[in-house]
């Protein structure tokens, strides 16, 4: 399998992120990408290629001009207002209140958030443009033919939705791909989201729409994030009624009842029957995590790929979370030869 990888993650290296009331190193930093790169090539799975350029127009297909104009120029913006800390949320438009885009950086960082540990940094939109970029040319390979591709993302993108950045997601890679796929001739994909946490950026993205199917496995919103979206009730609004499904699992849960959770996941694709499966790859369902609460094994992995693969479908993997750092090769590599057999 191909994988796809740029450098250019490393320019998103925030050194602050609000956890517990502290200000700590991040759990989604740059070495994250060293050890799975450095477990791809122990295993030899296949070439690592750059990605290619797309422009802009595959990201404006999925967010807003005015959010992306934003992630551009926050930075700077904040700079020039005097901060000197690394760029933070710290207001929203909470209940009651009007949905008016402020003017004032601070004010605009409420507005675009949905949540407050994930910094915006120099580089932070260099790093978040080609991330996307390494997703549309995984996209590109499995358009061209390939019956799978690996997106090694970073940052990941799930939790991202048209207008909002958050949980250390600023672009919705999985959504860019899905989006392009149906932009060049595919009428149908499907999103299987197996990372820890619900996908509630690329849920929000497709809600109303039957020609992209979203799938998620996650840990139950009532205790875990993004808290606020990833109920078993959602399951679509107008067009999109019945193309999305929720399958919320409670603290502790183990790979015996995960992996009955993907086998109705798959049905479900199955059933959908898409002309290409993304999969958004998270690895923090690992049982060390340091934020989650699943508790699969390393060998677990490598059964998920399998399961994945039974589907029969050309498959795009596009990297999302996973924070046992010392583990997170093994673990997503695991997945990938999984797929291969
Ligand atoms: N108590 C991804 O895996 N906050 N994002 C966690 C834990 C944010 C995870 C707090 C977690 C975001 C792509
Ligand atoms: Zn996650």
Not at 70 to 92: H, K, P, V
Not at 237 to 260: K, Q, V
Request: proline share 5%; hydrophobic share 40%; charged share 15%.
């Amino acid at each position: 399998m191909e994988t796809i990888y740029s450098e250019n993650h490393k320019l998103r290296d925030a050194q602050t992120e609000l956890y517990g009331g502290q200000l700590v190193y991040p759990f989604e930093r740059p070495s994250r990408l060293d050890y799975i790169h450095e477990r791809l090539t122990e295993v030899g799975l296949g070439p690592i290629s750059a990605p290619d350029s797309f422009g802009m127009a595959p990201i404006l297909a999925v967010h807003d001009f005015a959010y992306v104009a934003f992630l551009q120029s926050a930075w700077d913006r904040w700079q020039a207002a005097g901060f000197e800390g690394e760029a933070i949320a710290n207001a929203w438009p909470a209940r009651r209140m009007v949905q008016t885009c402020p003017t004032h950086i601070d004010g605009q960082l409420g507005y675009y958030a949905l949540a407050a540990e994930t910094s915006i940094t120099q580089g932070t939109w260099q790093a978040a443009l080609s991330s996307a970029h390494v997703a549309l040319t995984g996209a590109e390979r499995v358009r061209a033919g390939a019956q799978s591709c690996f997106a090694l993302c970073r940052p990941p993108g799930h939790h991202a939705a048209k207008d909002l950045y958050g949980g250390y997601c600023f672009l919705n890679n999985s959504a860019i791909a899905a989006q392009h796929f149906r932009d060049n001739g595919m009428a149908r994909v499907a999103i299987l989201d197996v990372d820890f946490h619900h996908g509630n950026g690329t849920q929000d993205i497709f809600y109303d729409r039957e020609d992209v199917l979203f799938v998620s496995l996650h840990g139950a919103p009532e205790y875990a994030f993004p808290y606020f979206l990833g109920y078993a009730n959602e399951t679509g609004t107008g067009a999109g009624e019945g193309f999305t499904l929720n399958l919320p699992m409670p603290p502790g849960t183990g790979f015996d009842i995960w992996r009955t959770a993907l086998a109705t996941a798959l049905e479900r694709v199955a059933e959908y029957a898409p002309d290409a499966l993304i999969v958004s790859l998270g690895v923090d369902s690992f049982e060390t995590d340091p934020i989650s609460f699943f508790k699969l094994t390393s060998s677990d992995f490598t059964i998920m790929g399998a399961d994945i693969a039974a589907a029969g479908l050309p498959t795009l993997f596009v990297m999302e979370g996973g924070y046992d750092i010392a583990e997170i090769g093994i673990n997503t590599v695991n997945v990938l030869e999984g797929f291969q057999g």
